[in-house]
């Protein structure tokens, strides 16, 4: 299974992002799928994520700014960032639990990483 990241860039204090994660390869299904981010020198924090059934959860920081979204048909899941700071800037990873198989467990996988600058 491979996780493919983009959109991230350079954008400036209260500018919009919208980052995409496409997940591809020997897949059943998937029930969760977030975001995660790196800031320098910072531990890499959760950021969003949803459910398969649709429910989602945010970091308190992004609460209001931030919107995730699946699109299950494609297995990608997006992150809308709006009003962004300039402590929004990390390296934005996407996440995925996926079952390979019907009777499989679930088996978490990463992508690379997107950067994303936010100038003041």
């Known amino acids: 299974v491979q996780l493919q990241a983009s959109g991230g860039g350079l954008v400036q204090a209260g500018g919009s992002l919208r980052l995409a994660c496409a997940a591809s390869?020997?897949?059943?299904?998937?029930?969760?799928m977030g975001w995660y981010r790196q800031a320098p020198g910072k531990q890499r924090e959760l950021v969003a994520v949803v459910t398969d059934g649709g429910s989602t959860n945010y970091v308190d920081s992004v609460k209001d700014r931030f919107t995730i979204s699946r699109d299950n048909a494609k297995n990608t899941v997006y992150l809308q960032m709006n009003s962004l700071k300039p402590e929004d800037t990390a390296v934005y990873y996407c996440a995925a639990d996926v079952k390979n198989r019907r009777y499989s467990t679930s088996s978490r996988y990463w992508g690379q990483g997107t950067l994303v600058t936010v100038s003041s």
């Open positions: 390869g020997t897949i059943f299904s998937i029930n969760y």
